[in-house]
């Protein structure tokens, strides 16, 4: 699986866009990009996945740089309940499933 | 509403008296797994089903039991539990193992063993 880095933390005012950063520089071909959030130790809760292009659901947008090196979560309104920890995978099957420290976010009012 | 559940949500327990926690996810989905969460360890994963009877070690899966006897339920067995199985576990369910579907997680169960 691939080997992700994100910063420890991230604050975000609420009602403007915060975006999540996200270096996957030994992502494979086939390994998908995942983001997931925990909120204070519940269980974690899917968020969006792609392969090579941006993709948006209702929750977020995904960016993925064209060379896959990298991406970036978008949420684009933030609001309080949005404040958690938010993990970037990179995934061949659900089996490689690694979180790790992820990117705690805080939204503030 | 799609979901998956676990039983009991916290629990405190002493060192050697076997105990089970329960697994239940109501999307048929074929894939499930077990998790614990550890401070500064992040989620490993310590057993999983592709199917009906059809189950395999994880990451971390000694002192840990699991059967899959139906699809929908997914128990996790310590037999003789001990305090460093102290932690935050999760089941998790998804339709089947390929990284294309996402992972739905349970609310957590919370063991204390002393």
């Known amino acids: 699986d691939a080997k992700t880095t994100q910063p420890p933390s991230m604050d975000c005012a609420e009602g403007r866009a915060a975006n999540l950063p996200c270096n996957h520089s030994?992502?494979?071909?086939?390994?998908?990009v995942y983001w997931y959030r925990q909120i204070h130790s519940q269980g974690p809760q899917y968020i969006i996945h792609g392969l090579k292009n941006n993709e948006t659901n209702e929750m977020a947008s995904l960016i993925i740089t064209e060379d896959r090196k990298s991406s970036t979560l978008i949420l684009p309104h933030a609001t309080l309940r949005d404040t958690a920890v938010y993990y970037c995978?990179?995934?061949?099957?659900?089996?490689?499933?690694?979180f790790g420290a992820g990117t705690r976010l805080t939204v503030k009012p | 509403e799609a979901q998956v559940t676990q039983n009991p949500r916290y629990l405190i327990t002493v060192t050697g008296k076997k105990l089970t926690v329960t697994c239940s996810q109501n999307?048929?989905?074929?894939?499930m797994s077990w998790y614990r969460q550890d401070p500064g360890l992040g989620l490993r994963q310590i057993y999983y089903s592709m199917n009906v009877e059809v189950t395999d070690k994880g990451d971390v899966p000694e002192g840990y039991k699991v059967s899959r006897k139906e699809k929908r339920n997914f128990p996790l067995i310590l037999e003789s539990p001990s305090p460093n199985q102290t932690s935050l576990y999760f089941c998790?369910?998804?339709?089947?193992?390929?990284?294309?579907?996402?992972?739905?997680f349970g609310p957590g169960t919370r063991l204390t063993v002393l």
């Open positions: 030994t992502i494979s071909g086939n390994e998908y």
């Open positions: 995978i990179g995934l061949y099957n659900n089996n490689d499933m690694r």
């Open positions: 998790a369910s998804s339709f089947e193992l390929a990284s294309y579907n996402e992972q739905f």
């Open positions: 999307m048929n989905h074929e894939y």
